[in-house]
């Protein structure tokens, strides 16, 4: 089992940078896929980008590729998400997930085992 506990999150202007970070508990960290998905007011949630467990493989949607960028420290139990060129559609509550038992990175958000409680991004125009 794996408690996630994001941060990072905040207001910032059409442009700017913000930084989420997820930190894990538990020793087995570096045997979870990780990603991170947002959602929307009235939208569901949507993948944004997902990383393998070595951290080899990265995966995004194509809607913040070029932009934002996950990555992952397995001896600090904790998965960052760089975001870059933010813009308003870029607004979302924004979670970590963690999944044990899958062999790829999917994108589907039931293939998750574990969440955080999710932190505010809000990029103004």
């Known amino acids: 089992q794996v408690q996630l506990v994001e941060s990072g999150g905040g207001l910032v202007q059409a442009g700017g940078s913000l930084r989420l970070s997820c930190a894990a508990s538990?020793?087995?960290?570096?045997?979870?896929?990780m990603a991170w998905f947002r959602q929307a007011p009235g939208k569901e949630r949507e993948f944004v980008a997902g990383?393998?467990?070595?951290?080899?493989?990265?995966y995004y949607a194509d809607s913040v590729k070029g932009r934002f960028t996950i990555s992952r420290d397995n001896a600090k139990n904790i998965v960052h998400l760089q975001m870059n060129s933010l813009k308003p559609e870029d607004t979302a509550v924004y979670y970590c997930?963690?999944?044990?038992?899958?062999?790829?990175?999917?994108?589907?958000?039931?293939?998750?085992?574990?969440w955080g409680q999710g932190t505010q991004v809000t990029v103004s125009s």
């Open positions: 990383i393998s467990r070595s951290g080899g493989s990265t």
């Open positions: 997930a963690a999944a044990l038992w899958v062999q790829s990175t999917p994108r589907g958000s039931a293939a998750y085992d574990y």
């Open positions: 538990g020793r087995t960290f570096s045997n979870y896929v």
